[in-house]
């Protein structure tokens, strides 16, 4: 099974803020990303966050870290229909990058 | 905003055939990574390259899976034979070095029959 738990499903109104959680077992993880897949494509890098870091803010996108309880969040602002799509959170130890199974986001109107 | 390149984007074919897939990374990337993504769950990496050099393949089935990168810049992975469990989505991605981050192709879908 996969180290990194997610939540599978989230839907959200156009407009509103999505939070999409995220745990993660190794606490020795440098970096912690955050991907995004639409339907048939590959995976976009969205945003990461060295360890030691807290939190990173990027335009709409917030990404809050909890190292004591190993828990990731990705908070997008004014949620838009371009944003409904697979997203990954994902550890990275040791030189390799482990996925979770990903958060499927639906933005209604 | 330089990609990384896959080819063929789709494939079908019947079990106990050959299939190869061809990956181009972003210019400069010294890392390259194979993984398979199954419907449903996040990729899990087959093989890592570090210029031509493997440096992992520990989840590579190496009765039938096989890869290569033979100049450091594009790569291969082979499949021979395939089987129905192959079926899944092969991703390719590439960084500047193992600790940076990775940034993925458009994949190629497989389908086994």
């Known amino acids: 099974g996969e180290d990194v738990e997610q939540s599978l499903f989230l839907s959200v109104r156009e407009g509103d803020s999505s939070v999409i959680n995220c745990t993660y077992t190794?606490?020795?993880?440098?970096?912690l990303y955050w991907y995004k897949q639409e339907p048939g494509a590959g995976l976009q890098l969205l945003t990461y966050?060295?360890?030691?870091?807290d939190m990173k803010q990027d335009q709409r996108l917030t990404v809050l870290l909890n190292k004591k309880d190993k828990h990731l969040s990705l908070r997008i602002a004014d949620t838009q229909t371009g944003d409904s799509a697979i997203y990954f959170c994902?550890?990275?130890?040791?030189?390799?990058?482990?996925f979770g199974a990903g958060t499927t986001v639906t933005v209604r109107a | 905003e330089a990609e990384v390149a896959q080819s063929p984007r789709y494939k079908i074919t019947e079990k106990s055939q050959a299939v190869a897939f061809w990956c181009d990374p972003i210019s400069g990337h010294a890392t390259l990574y194979w993984y398979r993504q199954i419907l449903g769950q996040g990729p899990e990496l087959l093989v890592q390259f570090q210029d031509e050099s493997v440096v992992d393949d520990s989840q590579l089935p190496k009765d039938r899976f096989s890869a290569e990168r033979l100049k450091g810049v594009d790569s291969t992975l082979k499949i021979q034979p395939a089987e129905l469990g192959d079926s899944a989505m092969y991703l390719c991605?590439?960084?500047?070095?193992?600790?940076?981050?990775?940034?993925f192709g458009d994949g190629t879908r497989l389908s086994i029959l």
């Open positions: 966050i060295f360890s030691n870091m």
């Open positions: 991605a590439s960084s500047r070095e193992g600790d940076q981050p990775q940034h």
């Open positions: 190794d606490s020795s993880s440098t970096y």
């Open positions: 994902a550890e990275m130890r040791d030189y390799k990058l482990s």
